[in-house]
Nanobody, 123 residues
Framework: QVQLVESGGGLVQPGGSLRLSCAAS????????IGWFRQGPGKEREAVAC????????YYVGSVKGRFTFSRDIAKNTAYLQMNSMKPEDTAVYYC????????????????RGQGTQVTVSS
């Protein structure tokens, strides 16, 4: 059974940082395309970042470029999203997702999806 479990969310002040984790079981993230998505209050879910197999290519939505960084630890079978210089508009539930296809901005195209972790940016 494949599981993706996000953690690391919480409350952070504007300008602060958080690192989200996506721990996988039943699937090797080294051979998976991994996407990070978020859904803010009253907003549509949007793709934030996507990494191809083994991280050869990483894509970011424009609003987070230069602030968010994707990484993965193969030994821990965990993906991360480092979020710096955070803004109130980054407030959302963040989800990770995995598949064996290409990067996609469409959440439902991923075979496996986590339950999400809440991130709130507020002073």
């Amino acid at each position: 059974q494949v599981q993706l479990v996000e953690s690391g969310g919480g409350l952070v002040q504007p300008g602060g940082s958080l690192r989200l984790s996506c721990a996988a079981s039943g699937i090797s993230l080294d051979y998976s395309v991994i996407g990070w998505f978020r859904q803010g209050p009253g907003k549509e879910r949007e793709a934030v970042a996507c990494a191809s197999y083994s991280g050869a290519s990483i894509y970011y939505v424009g609003s987070v470029k230069g602030r968010f960084t994707f990484s993965r630890d193969i030994a821990k079978n965990t993906a991360y999203l480092q979020m710096n210089s955070m803004k109130p508009e980054d407030t959302a539930v963040y989800y990770c997702a995995a598949s064996d296809r290409l990067c996609s901005s469409v959440y439902n195209r991923y075979d496996y999806r986590g339950q999400g972790t809440q991130v709130t940016v507020s002073s």
